[in-house]
């Protein structure tokens, strides 16, 4: 693949944390060999979902530089950004990817100025020197994202409402004219329609000005309405990325399938049948060698238990399941006792080798 | 019959600072009830006055909380209490055996450094006569397994399990003295759709087993279509509408429930929704007429000068809209 026609590759990017309790080590893989690519030049809002726990957030703090990955690179425009080491370099990446954050009423100091942060921005980035340059470049930002400054200056945090807040905080990621904006869990402190104004925002940003939109969230129902492509984690593996009118109209891996199904729509004609059946420690599935869905997968088998699924191109997407195949032509019998193997409590060293 | 009453509540934030008196209206003359066997939904944005709602109908009323004027009854054995007027040992008998409560984030209401069973024991310490370790123990696991829920968590530290289960744990808690209502502030706004699921599928439950009241406090309209029997709408502070699960789905009258139900997005549709414009109304400042007035695509000059009253429109369906019935809000004292 010519490295010039995509904006962002990710490629086998791993992060291992090693928890230490006495003389057990236990080995988490939060984000397991991720592979992804967003093209240069064809902005697209690209969504990535899981559980807590599923490894989207450290997959994002890598994506920013943040964190430094165990394993794997992430080119971003032709290079290498976990190799930067140069503050110049390091700052000319961060003028190209800015974030947005979760609790926009965390985010912002709150005894300073809302405005505070958007000069920081302008004169850290060297956008000018000029005041009058700087309100010009702010105001500029402010409204694409539907502020004005004249409504921001002088307030404190406090004084915006929550989605206003947020605004400005995509607003300040705007300031520096980014290609792409990381978008970690931005929607989840807000109630329904504060998240779609958000969420309409960004659409906004990718059809007027062309910024490429990572979207992190838990939220199945926004994702598919924003974006173009998605990618569903479960402990740090994707199980299944492609488009987003296939991957959650249609599901193929067992878990997305859960996930799509256990999003309560707003219908109360429509309610679910059936129990669900929940992890009951999240060690547990991280220490599992072979498919991490197993535990709870209703077409398990021992196979699934034993090795790692491969990723299986199918049908415009890849899924990562042993029996992709069978479950797409409706021919995979769930198993033979109509669930899953019993999952005893056991705490999270269960899995671990002494070290 | 009802459990709880709110009759004509207002219950404001007070505070002064530096001679400055500041008043936020955050529950303005609300009226309602929890019926029995059934499961109430309150709905709304966040700062529309839902969990001080919930906080004054749970008595837990704390400065700068104060209640201005109305009263909260609850129906304890065919008697009639008022929890406004009450004194902390009255509150104390019907807490937990007549109402209870799961709070907000109450997945971090567990000690972290107490086994689950030393939490069950620390609960129900005061409440139940004494009984010794193994027979609580005993009891704790019945209840958890009447639940579902694997009894091998009373040996864990919070830590050990998922967040889906201390939640489920809290409940557990909340409904070991089977009481008659259980109240339940955004019982899973921090979770995972599929744990959310499980924690629904754990509420309606109990509800159908024991055949107590759940009131549930969010603003995931989509929990409220899978859970719900009734619906109660709050905006600023005030009742905008009330009626059956189905009824407000089907056919909302309010104009804001209208956007509430309309711009929820769906999987399989892609249409462009929008949600009300603006921002809702400052609720320290005075505030008359119609709530919604300026964020209201069919607002007419009447919506300034009063509020509309709450009038019923059909069989369990209340509104308080001009387009609806040109009925006006009583001030009560």
Redesign the interface.
């Known amino acids: 693949m010519p490295e010039q026609a995509s904006l962002l590759s990710v490629k086998e990017l791993s992060r291992v944390f090693i928890l230490r309790s006495g003389l057990t080590r236990t080995r988490i893989a939060a984000v397991n060999r991720v592979s992804f690519e967003l093209a240069a030049g064809r902005p697209e809002i690209f969504s990535i979902v899981g559980?807590?726990?599923s490894g989207k957030s450290t997959l994002a703090r890598m994506l920013l530089g943040l964190l430094e990955p165990s394993e794997g690179k992430i080119i971003y425009k032709g290079r290498d950004v976990t190799a930067i080491r140069r503050r110049r370099d390091r700052l000319a990446f961060m003028k190209e990817v800015q974030p947005v954050f979760q609790n926009p009423f965390d985010t912002f100091n709150p005894l300073k100025k809302v405005e505070t942060y958007l000069y920081e921005t302008v004169y850290n980035f060297g956008m000018t020197d000029n005041v009058r340059e700087a309100d010009r470049i702010i105001d500029d930002a402010l409204r694409a994202a539907g502020l004005s400054l004249v409504e921001v200056k002088g307030r404190y945090p406090n004084e915006l409402?929550?989605?206003?807040l947020q605004r400005a905080a995509v607003a300040r990621a705007l300031i520096t004219q980014p290609s792409l904006i990381i978008a970690d869990e931005p929607v989840s402190m807000?109630?329904?329609?504060?998240?779609?104004?958000v969420?309409?925002l960004f659409k906004e940003l990718k059809e007027r000005l062309g910024v490429t939109v990572i979207y992190i969230t838990?939220d199945?129902?926004?994702a598919?309405?924003v974006s173009d492509r998605i990618v569903v984690m479960l402990r740090g593996n994707v199980v299944e990325q492609g488009p987003v009118e296939k991957v959650?109209?249609a599901p193929l891996h067992p878990y997305t399938r859960?996930?799509?199904e256990?999003?309560?729509?707003?219908?109360?004609?429509?309610?679910?049948e059936g129990?669900?059946k929940?992890?009951?420690?999240?060690g547990v599935e991280y220490a599992r060698a072979g498919c991490k869905f197993a535990g709870r997968c209703p077409y398990v088998q021992d196979a699934c238990i034993r090795e790692a699924p491969p990723d299986v191109e199918f049908d415009g997407r890849i899924v990562k399941c042993h029996r992709v195949e069978e479950i797409a032509s409706g021919t995979a019998q769930p198993a033979q006792n109509g669930s899953a193997p019993p999952e005893?409590?056991r705490?999270?060293k269960a899995g671990s080798q002494a070290g | 019959m009802s459990l709880v009453r709110a009759e004509s509540l207002k219950a404001y934030y007070i505070t002064k600072a530096y001679g400055v008196e500041r008043v936020v209206k955050a529950v303005d003359n609300v009226t309602l009830e929890v019926r029995e066997n059934e499961i109430l939904g309150i709905a709304g944005?966040?700062?529309c006055g839902k969990s001080t709602l919930m906080k004054t109908l749970l008595g837990i009323v704390q400065p700068p909380l104060t209640v201005v004027g109305g009263r909260v009854v609850y129906t304890v054995d065919g008697k009639d209490v008022d929890v406004t007027a009450a004194s902390p040992q009255e509150l104390e008998g019907v807490r937990w055996r007549h109402v209870s409560y799961v709070p907000q984030g109450s997945m971090n209401v567990l000690n972290p450094v107490r086994r689950i069973k030393h939490t069950f024991r620390d609960f129900v310490a005061h409440r139940v006569q004494r009984m010794s370790q193994a027979e609580l123990v005993k009891w704790a696991a019945e209840h958890l397994k009447s639940l579902?829920l694997?009894p091998?968590?009373l040996n864990?530290y919070p830590h050990?399990?998922?967040?889906?289960?201390k939640q489920r744990v809290t409940i557990a808690l909340a409904t070991l003295l089977k009481p008659k209502v259980i109240f339940a502030d955004e019982p899973t706004t921090a979770l995972?759709?599929?744990?959310?699921?499980?924690v629904?599928?754990l509420l309606s439950r109990i509800q159908r087993e024991e055949k107590n009241s759940l009131v549930l406090v969010t603003?995931?309209?989509?929990?409220h279509?899978?859970l719900t029997h009734r619906i109660v709408i709050m905006y600023a502070g005030k009742v905008i509408e009330e009626g059956s699960?189905?009824k407000i789905?089907s056919a909302p009258q309010h104009p804001y429930t209208q956007?509430?139900?309309g711009?929820?997005?769906?999987?399989?549709d892609?249409e462009?929704?929008?949600?009300?414009p603006g921002?809702?109304p400052r609720l320290d400042r005075p505030l008359t007429g119609c709530r919604f007035v300026d964020r209201c695509p069919k607002a007419m000059p009447q919506c300034r000068q009063a509020a509309p009253a709450l009038v019923e429109t059909g069989k369990d369906h209340k509104v308080a809209c001009f387009l609806v019935s040109p009925e006006e809000e009583k001030e009560s004292a």
């Open positions: 559980e807590s726990g409402s929550g989605g206003q807000m109630d329904a329609s504060l998240r779609m104004s969420v309409n838990h199945l129902a926004t598919y309405y959650l109209a859960l996930l799509k256990s999003v309560p729509k707003p219908d109360p004609k429509d309610k679910w129990e669900v929940l992890a009951t420690s999240e005893a409590l705490s999270p | 944005e966040s700062g579902g694997p091998e968590v864990a050990q399990l998922s967040g889906g289960m995972d759709v599929i744990v959310q699921r499980g629904i599928q603003h995931d309209m989509g929990v279509a899978h699960t189905a789905f956007y509430l139900i711009s929820l997005p769906v999987i399989g892609k462009y929704r929008v949600s009300a921002n809702p």
